[in-house]
C-alpha cells in the first residue's frame, strides 16, 4: 500500500509542474495572440464591410465598419501603430466623421505612414468645406471642392468634391437661361474630366457623366456612360436604381429620335445588356419587381 502510494504520489508530482507549464503555454499564446487579434479582426471586418457596400447591403455595411472601428481602437490602446490608425481612419472615412478620419490619419503619419499626412490634408479641407457650405458660404466652399477634385489624391474626398461640385451646379438647371445651362453643364464636364481620366475604373464618375450628357440631350453618349456605371459598380443602391432610370431614360428618348434602321441596331444592344442584368422587360430591373 504504502509502494502504491509513493507511486501515486511521485506521478502527482510529476503531472502538476507539467500542467502547470502547459496553462503558462496557453496563457502566453492567449495573450500574443490577443495582441495582434484585434488588428486581424479589425481588417477582416473592413474586408466585409467593403464587400457589403459593393452588394448594396448598407445597414449591414455600416455595422461592420463599426465592428472594425472598434477593433482598430482596441490595437491601439494594447500597442499603437501606423497600421492600426490608418485603419481606424478608414473606417472613420466610411462612417462619415472626417474630423476623427483627419485626426487617425495624422496620428497614423507620425507614426511613419508616408500617405496618412496628404490624406489627413485633405480629409480636413474636404470637412472645412461641408462646414463652410452649411454655413452658407458657397464660394469659399466651392473654391476648396475645386481643389480637391482637381488636385486631391484621396480617392474618397475627390469623389465626394466631384459629387458636391457637380450637384450643386445641376440644381442651378431648371430655373437658368439656355445659355447659363449650357455654361453649368459645361462646367460640369470640365469638372469630372480629370478624375474621370485618371480612375476609368470607379463607375460613380461615369454615373455623374451620363447624368450631365442626359441634361445635354446626348442621350446616346448618356446611356453608354450608365452602362459602364452599372458594369463597374456604384457606391450605393439609391445611386445605382438613378443609373438604371437614366438608362431607361435614355432607352425611351432614343425610341423617339432613332431612325428604324438605327433603332433596330441600338435595340439590340439594349436588349442584351437587360438580359445580363436579368431586367423583366425594357423598362423595368429586377428592383421594380422586388417593390
Given at each position: 500500500?504504502?509502494?502504491?502510494?509513493?507511486?501515486?504520489?511521485?506521478?502527482?508530482?510529476?503531472?502538476w509542474?507539467?500542467?502547470?507549464?502547459?496553462?503558462?503555454?496557453?496563457?502566453?499564446?492567449?495573450?500574443?495572440?490577443?495582441?495582434s487579434?484585434?488588428?486581424?479582426?479589425?481588417?477582416?471586418?473592413?474586408?466585409?464591410a467593403?464587400a457589403?457596400?459593393?452588394?448594396?447591403?448598407?445597414?449591414?455595411?455600416?455595422?461592420?465598419?463599426?465592428?472594425s472601428?472598434?477593433?482598430?481602437n482596441?490595437?491601439i490602446?494594447?500597442?499603437?501603430?501606423?497600421?492600426a490608425y490608418?485603419?481606424?481612419?478608414?473606417?472613420?472615412?466610411?462612417l462619415?466623421?472626417?474630423?476623427?478620419?483627419?485626426?487617425?490619419?495624422?496620428?497614423?503619419?507620425?507614426?511613419?505612414?508616408?500617405?496618412?499626412?496628404?490624406?489627413?490634408?485633405?480629409?480636413?479641407?474636404?470637412?472645412?468645406?461641408?462646414?463652410?457650405?452649411?454655413?452658407?458660404?458657397?464660394?469659399a466652399?466651392?473654391?476648396?471642392?475645386?481643389?480637391?477634385?482637381?488636385?486631391?489624391?484621396?480617392?474618397?474626398v475627390?469623389?465626394?468634391?466631384?459629387?458636391?461640385?457637380?450637384?450643386?451646379?445641376?440644381?442651378?438647371?431648371?430655373e437658368?437661361s439656355?445659355?447659363q445651362?449650357?455654361?453649368?453643364?459645361?462646367?460640369?464636364?470640365?469638372?469630372?474630366?480629370?478624375?474621370?481620366?485618371?480612375?476609368?475604373?470607379?463607375?460613380?464618375?461615369?454615373?455623374?457623366?451620363a447624368?450631365?450628357?442626359?441634361?445635354?440631350?446626348?442621350?446616346?453618349?448618356?446611356?453608354?456612360?450608365?452602362?459602364?456605371?452599372?458594369?463597374?459598380?456604384?457606391?450605393?443602391?439609391?445611386?445605382?436604381?438613378d443609373?438604371?432610370?437614366?438608362i431607361?431614360?435614355?432607352?425611351?428618348?432614343?425610341?423617339?429620335e432613332l431612325?428604324?434602321?438605327?433603332?433596330?441596331?441600338?435595340?439590340?444592344?439594349?436588349?442584351?445588356?437587360?438580359?445580363?442584368?436579368k431586367?423583366?422587360?425594357?423598362?423595368?430591373?429586377?428592383?421594380?419587381?422586388?417593390e
Amino acid at each position: 500500500m504504502k509502494i502504491r502510494l509513493k507511486k501515486t504520489q511521485a506521478k502527482l508530482g510529476s503531472f502538476w509542474p507539467k500542467l502547470f507549464s502547459f496553462i503558462l503555454l496557453i496563457s502566453i499564446f492567449l495573450i500574443f495572440s490577443g495582441c495582434s487579434s484585434s488588428l486581424q479582426k479589425a481588417k477582416v471586418d473592413f474586408t466585409r464591410a467593403e464587400a457589403l457596400n459593393k452588394a448594396y447591403q448598407e445597414e449591414e455595411a455600416v455595422s461592420f465598419y463599426k465592428k472594425s472601428l472598434e477593433e482598430a481602437n482596441r490595437e491601439i490602446k494594447k500597442k499603437p501603430s501606423s497600421q492600426a490608425y490608418l485603419l481606424r481612419g478608414l473606417n472613420e472615412v466610411n462612417l462619415n466623421r472626417w474630423d476623427e478620419a483627419e485626426e487617425s490619419f495624422r496620428l497614423a503619419a507620425s507614426l511613419g505612414d508616408d500617405r496618412a499626412e496628404t490624406w489627413a490634408t485633405e480629409v480636413g479641407l474636404y470637412g472645412l468645406a461641408l462646414s463652410l457650405e452649411k454655413q452658407r458660404m458657397d464660394e469659399a466652399s466651392a473654391r476648396l471642392y475645386s481643389s480637391l477634385a482637381e488636385k486631391g489624391k484621396f480617392s474618397p474626398v475627390v469623389m465626394a468634391a466631384v459629387s458636391r461640385l457637380i450637384d450643386s451646379k445641376l440644381k442651378l438647371i431648371a430655373e437658368a437661361s439656355p445659355a447659363q445651362k449650357d455654361k453649368l453643364l459645361n462646367e460640369c464636364l470640365k469638372i469630372i474630366e480629370k478624375p474621370l481620366s485618371e480612375n476609368l475604373a470607379i463607375g460613380y464618375y461615369h454615373y455623374l457623366l451620363a447624368q450631365v450628357l442626359g441634361y445635354q440631350k446626348k442621350y446616346r453618349d448618356s446611356f453608354e456612360e450608365a452602362v459602364m456605371a452599372t458594369e463597374l459598380g456604384l457606391p450605393t443602391e439609391k445611386i445605382s436604381r438613378d443609373n438604371d432610370n437614366q438608362i431607361i431614360f435614355c432607352y425611351r428618348q432614343l425610341k423617339n429620335e432613332l431612325s428604324p434602321e438605327e433603332w433596330k441596331s441600338f435595340s439590340s444592344i439594349y436588349n442584351s445588356w437587360i438580359k445580363k442584368w436579368k431586367w423583366l422587360d425594357e423598362t423595368t430591373p429586377t428592383w421594380k419587381r422586388r417593390e
